[in-house]
């Protein structure tokens, strides 16, 4: 038995602290799932609470087919997507703080560097922003939380060259934008 199957068996027999492991194991993974679909902030949070009460309710029927994280993801998406649907609002406009990275060595940056690495976040997460959701979702399941094709196809029931596609799409269009923003007086 994997430590997957010993924490789902213990909080389905009503261990809290292992359900709160659990949480803190995957708030990460449903807040940039949640993030990247869900436009109001102030929304961001109730869906992700949504999320672990659906993850808590139908834990006892967690059939161990696939990872864990990979279950709630899709429990996530799924859950996102119906909200964005219910308020009509579409998709997300702005990002979690915990996805923007610092640089590796901060004190080694001078000002000039540090505010050009702002920029250059800035510019990124907004064109990342202007993606379909389909693309920034696959994004953020293979760039950040290091999803393979087929959990991400899982998590969206969609094919493994669909995901392939979305996401060979989205670097083209990142790449795209990035090379215009580098060519564009604001570069210099």
Not at 15 to 35: C, F, I, K, N, P
Not at 107 to 116: F, Q, S, W, Y
Not at 136 to 148: A, G, K, N, Q, V
Request: proline letters at 4%; a neutral charge.
């Amino acid at each position: 038995m994997n430590d997957e199957e010993v924490l789902v068996r213990r909080i389905v027999q009503g261990d809290v602290r292992a359900y709160q492991t659990l949480v803190e194991r995957y708030q990460r993974l449903v807040l940039h799932m949640v993030g990247r679909i869900i436009r109001q902030p102030e929304d961001i949070e109730d869906v992700c609470q949504e999320v672990f009460i659906k993850v808590y309710k139908h834990l006892p029927d967690y059939q161990f087919g696939s990872k864990l994280s990979t279950w709630i993801a899709s429990i996530a998406y799924r859950t996102a997507i119906n909200h964005s649907k219910k308020i009509s609002r579409g998709p997300v406009s702005g990002f979690p703080e915990t996805w923007a990275s610092e640089p590796e060595d901060a004190n080694l940056v001078n000002p000039e560097e540090m505010l050009m690495h702002q920029d250059w976040k800035a510019f990124l997460h907004a064109q990342i922003a202007k993606l379909p959701i389909q693309y920034r979702t696959i994004l953020t399941l293979y760039h950040l939380e290091e999803l393979s094709y087929e959990e991400i196809g899982q998590v969206t029931s969609l094919p493994e060259g669909t995901v392939k596609n979305y996401l060979f799409r989205a670097r083209r269009l990142l790449k795209e934008a990035l090379q215009r923003y580098k060519n564009s007086e604001q570069w210099r």
